[in-house]
């Protein structure tokens, strides 16, 4: 089982640890309220995913009593930096996380100028590890990348759905180059690729269908129950939503027809480009030999309705109403006592308690590689997992549905 000695990250803002928002563009994004971060610079109210990988590989949690000791030592972790970003514990490792909000997979064919103008790509991210590993001389050793994007090309720079495919291409080249470069150094390496979550996992676009629903239905006269009769449990809202929208009268120019249409045709724009996207880079990942961490199929609308149902007061589908204060981890535990909503207050990035989910959809994409890290397999034979993880249900997406 190869060891390693290096866990590299790059990705968007699910995974960015306090880079995005000391930049220019970060800075004017929180000032103009586009962009939300807690105050140690995660879009999160604790802790993200990357967070939950560490606390579970080691004794180690990067979330201090303060926000200002936490973005210190998360920085420490903000590119190869040799002891400065080596994790303690029984296996000691590096952690290098490139990780910033607002990058995408493909920054060569953006659908918005403002995206163009203020988003990153994971071409830049590659750029500054490969000038940080010039710095190292002799053996990088073993090296586990784990690579998240595509959120930012689909749902911020609301690209079409057929081009998520050319998100793929750009996304496998910077894989391809990475893995140049490791060659070049005669060092191992292990690929882990992350999907892309769907539009109705996310909150805002579950209130948006939600709300445009209520006022279509207000301003008709249509029966509710009559249009949903053979609606089930299992039926999604977009489905549900799509029954009401052809159960309207025509022609729809009444304001909040027109609206329902307007949104359900762009969360079907997401569907679709989500699909694709989740697809071709599956079949990428497989061609080349690499482990594909599927958080479409683990977290999907359904594994949220049985998680918020039959495990009451653990989460809630909605938003927090206030910007995230700072905890430290054990801080965080003892406030997040009742429930807590899958989103923070820009209803798009997730909680603390959703990210442990997530990590573990992650963690079991890594053992599908039989690669491993730090104390991760002794922490897990022994139960040894972090606080958050180990007070919530297991990973929801091995939850089925009641039948």
């Not at 390496?189 to 999907?195: E, L």
């Not at 579950?206 to 629903?213: F, G, P, T």
């Not at 159960?247 to 249409?261: G, Q, S």
Request: charged share 20%; proline share 5%; net charge neutral.
């Amino acid at each position: 089982m190869p060891l390693a000695s290096n866990i590299v990250v790059f990705g968007d803002s699910l995974s960015d640890i306090g880079q995005k928002w000391k930049t220019p563009t970060g800075r004017l994004g929180i000032m103009l309220k586009e962009m939300f971060v807690s105050p140690n610079g995660r879009y999160s109210d604790g802790g993200n995913w990357t967070d939950h990988m560490i606390e579970a590989a080691s004794p180690v949690t990067l979330l201090k009593k303060t926000a200002e000791a936490t973005f210190k030592r998360s920085a420490r972790h903000h590119g190869m930096r040799g002891s400065r970003s080596t994790i303690r514990g029984a296996r000691p490792f590096q952690y290098a996380n490139y990780a910033m909000g607002a990058a995408v997979g493909d920054g060569q064919h953006f659908n918005k100028l403002a995206s163009q103008m203020a988003f990153t790509s994971f071409k830049d991210q590659v750029d500054l590890f490969e000038q940080d590993i010039r710095k190292i001389t002799g053996d990088l050793g073993n090296t586990l990348f784990i690579i998240w994007f595509g959120a930012n090309d689909l749902y911020t720079d609301g690209r079409p759905s057929n081009t998520m495919d050319s998100t793929v291409k750009a996304v496998i080249e910077q894989r391809n180059r990475l893995s140049r470069l490791m060659t070049s150094r005669n060092s191992p390496c292990q690929f882990v690729n992350v999907g892309l979550l769907g539009p109705m996992t996310i909150v805002r676009y579950i209130r948006q269908l939600k709300e445009a629903v209520n006022a279509a239905v207000e301003a008709s006269n249509i029966s509710l129950s009559e249009v949903l009769a053979t609606s089930t449990w299992f039926t999604s809202q977009l489905e549900n939503a799509k029954k009401i929208q052809r159960a309207l009268p025509v022609p729809r120019t009444a304001r909040a027809f027109i609206t329902l249409d307007k949104v359900i045709e762009d969360i079907d724009r997401c569907v679709i480009g989500a699909d694709l996207y989740n697809a071709k880079l599956r079949l990428a990942t497989e061609t080349s030999g690499d482990a594909f961490a599927d958080i479409a199929f683990h977290f999907n609308e359904a594994v949220i309705k049985h998680f918020v149902e039959f495990y009451p007061g653990a989460l809630a589908v909605g938003a927090q109403d206030s910007v995230a204060a700072h905890f430290s981890r054990d801080g965080y535990i003892k406030a997040s006592k009742g429930m807590v909503p899958i989103a923070t207050i820009d209803e798009l990035h997730p909680t603390d308690p959703v990210y442990a989910q997530m990590w573990e959809v992650i963690f079991q994409a890594i053992r599908g590689t039989n690669w491993t890290f730090g104390d991760l397999d002794h922490r897990y034979a022994n139960n040894m997992l972090g606080d958050v993880a180990r007070a919530m249900p297991r990973p929801v997406g091995m939850m089925p549905p009641p039948i």
